[in-house]
Each structure stands twice: as C-alpha cells, then as structure tokens.
C-alpha cells in the first residue's frame, strides 16, 4: 500500500466502527420513535437508553476521527465534500446536537409526558442523522462531487436516487444492528418480554435491511454505473459476498436466540458494504480527483500516519476497557456498602495508562526521527521520546516496589 493510501485505510476503518457503532445507536433512536405508547413502549423506551448511554458519546469519537484525517491528509477532497455537501452535513450536526441535547434533558424529566417529549425528539434526530450521513456517501459514490470550492449543487449532490436509497439503507441497517444488540442486552438483564420484542424486530429488520440492499444494485446499475460494475464485478464483488452470507448467518442465529454471536455476524455484514463501497471506488476518491492526486504533502501524510499509530495505543485499549464493563454490567451505580476503589486498584489503573501513553511516545518519536525529513519533527521526535521514557519509568517502578 503506497503512503497517500495509508491515511485512507484509516478513515475507512473509522468510518466502518462508526457506522456500526453509531449505527447501532442510531437504531435504538429508531425502535424508540416506532415503540408505540402503551405502557410496554415506555419499557422498551428505558432499555434502548440505559443500553446505549454509556458509550454513545465514545461511538461519535470515530466520526470526529474520520473528518479530522480527511481534512489533514485529503484537504481538496475534504474541502469539495464539506462545501458541496454542505446542506446534509449540516442537517447530521443538528441531528447530532438534540441528540446530546434529548440525553441531557431526559435526566432532569419530573413527567411521564416530559420524558416522552424528550424521546420523541432523540428518536427523530436518530433518524434524521444516519439518513443524512447515508445521502452524503450517496452523493460521493454516485460522483457529483466535483472538485473545487462549492462546484457541485447544494441539492441535487444529495437530493438523488442514488443518495437517497443509500440514507434509507443507512436507516435501516441502523435499525437491524440496533434490534439484535439490544435483543442480546435484554437476555443479559433477563427481560423475557423485552427480549422477544427486540428478536421479532431483528429477524423483520434484517429481511428489510437484506432487501434494501439488493434493490439498491439496480439503482446503482442505472445512477452509478463505474461503481456497480466493480462492485457486482470487480474489487467489491468478495465484500459483497461476505456481507450477504454474513447477513443470512445474523438472522439463522437470532432465529435460534445466539444473540451474542449474531452481534458480531451483523457487525460483520453492515462493515462488508462499507468495504464494498472502499473497493470499488478506488482509484477514483471524487470526480476528476484520484487518491494520489488528493494526497497532502509526505511531511502531512507521515505525521498523521505517526499520530493515528501512537494514539491506537491508547485509544482502542481503553474503548474496550470501556465496552467490556458495559456489557458486563460493571457501570452501574456503586452500592454505597461498597466503598471507594481500592488504592491497588487506582495504582494499575494509572499504571496501565502510563504503559501506553509510553508505547505511543515511543511509535510517535521514532517514526518522526526514521522517516519524516524536517527538522522541527525532529525535534519533536526527539520530545516524544523523552516523554516515553518518562511515562514508561513510572510502570517499571511500580513494578519494582510491587
């Protein structure tokens, strides 16, 4: 892989956790918008958000990742996207902020009513976002994203068929993710009735989302003809084979309540399209504009490939410290006999922190020493070093005392 597609790659895996991540939180939007007002909606309701409020906030980390690489390693693309793109762009921030709003009033709630008033708008955004997101990939695969500040239409680059199947796609995958991720959370917290709820809406979510996606290849055969035959035909046709067989395994094992497994199977098929989409794309990053062409300088691409390097060091170990005690149910409220952590504890927690804050240094200050060629990151390669030595004597000497 040549160094201008490197910063891709990790765009592209960004872009796949968030839309299974995000998407399953999305989804829970969803199911909650869609949930009725009897008095099992309300339950249903209260388990989509004590099952997502812990990690909602962590999920958006990875579309913060995905604009933040683009924009430093792909300028011109990323200009052309935000500046035509704007509208949809727009439309999924709004969505995103009443989200965060909808989870900060909820808490403060007195009624019944409130709380259903605050749902009601967390649902709607949850909707309206992913469905933004979908009509932006949409107007990017479908290449009327043309380079250059603003040059492609505000409307027509999203308002499309093409763009809007792929929103609706995107609403509906979000749905089937989040139907079979919140099926396995309420086996987990014995919720029999809530269970068989969330398992009817996975396997009816599952057939639409399926369906969803082969009438979208004829879209794409008429709207976007390069991308269709590369995908049906080319580089994208294995991603697609996975995504269907891994589809078809999703649904076979939620028939027969395997809801832990089927979270990876789903996981496993919704990511096959965005890699689907990656493949047959290449070349081509927007119309007239290929990845090498779209590329920053060598000194931009080497230090964000540096900088995304060192910082997984710390960021995918404490994701999953993260999601290891939601799904253990280990964040819940502390009961007041327990006491507070224990010093040992506190020790090895910060301990494990400095050992990684250490191995990112160190990536972070040898790759700006071997392969970038100015001397201010030498300089910094040679402070990021320092700081590995720093951070990683505290570990040894604890070690040591221990």
């Not at 509906?172 to 079979?180: H, P």
């Not at 060629?373 to 320092?386: D, E, M, S």
Request: proline share 5%; with cysteine; glycine share 10%.
């Amino acid at each position: 892989m040549h160094l201008d597609a490197w910063p891709l790659f990790f765009v592209l895996v960004g872009l796949v956790l968030y839309v299974v991540l995000g998407g399953a939180d999305f989804g829970a939007g969803f199911w909650q918008l869609t949930a009725g007002t009897d008095a099992d909606a309300d339950e249903l309701r209260d388990e989509a958000h004590h099952s997502i409020g812990p990690v909602w906030e962590a999920n958006h980390v990875w579309l913060i990742f995905v604009i933040t690489v683009c924009w430093t390693a792909y300028p011109s693309a990323f200009a052309s996207i935000a500046s035509t793109l704007a509208v949809p762009l727009f439309v999924a921030a709004v969505g995103i902020i009443f989200r965060g709003l909808a989870y900060a009033l909820r808490a403060g709630a007195s009624t019944a009513r409130e709380r259903r008033r605050i749902d009601l708008l967390f649902a709607v955004s949850s909707v309206l976002t992913p469905f933004a997101l979908g009509t932006i990939l949409g107007g990017i695969a479908s290449r009327r994203v043309p380079v250059g500040n603003a040059r492609g239409s505000e409307w027509s680059s999203w308002l499309n068929l093409t763009s809007i199947t792929i929103g609706v796609l995107a609403v509906a995958t979000s749905a089937y993710l989040a139907a079979v991720f919140l099926a396995a959370d309420s086996r987990r917290h014995d919720l029999t009735g809530l269970e068989q709820r969330f398992r009817r809406r996975a396997l009816g979510a599952g057939v639409v989302a399926g369906a969803l996606a082969v009438a979208a290849l004829p879209v794409l055969a008429d709207d976007a003809q390069p991308l269709f035959h590369r995908l049906v035909a080319g580089a994208g046709l294995p991603a697609l084979i996975v995504s269907l067989v891994a589809g078809c395994a999703t649904i076979a094992l939620v028939w027969v309540r395997l809801y832990e497994p089927a979270r990876y199977t789903a996981a496993t098929a919704v990511a096959a399209i965005v890699a689907g989409w990656a493949l047959a794309q290449q070349p081509v990053l927007l119309r007239g504009l290929t990845i090498d062409e779209a590329a920053a300088p060598r000194s931009t691409l080497v230090a964000v490939i540096v900088a995304v390097l060192g910082g997984a060091v710390i960021l995918f170990p404490s994701l999953a410290l993260l999601f290891r005690l939601t799904l253990g149910g280990r964040l819940a409220p502390a009961d007041a006999d327990e006491g507070p952590p224990s010093p040992l504890l506190l020790r090895t927690l910060r301990a494990g922190l400095s050992a990684r804050v250490a191995v990112a240094a160190f990536v972070i200050g040898v790759g700006l020493l071997t392969v970038a060629g100015a001397p201010l990151a030498h300089a910094f390669g040679v402070v990021a070093l320092l700081a590995a030595v720093a951070f990683g004597f505290g570990p040894l000497v604890g070690e040591a005392e221990a």
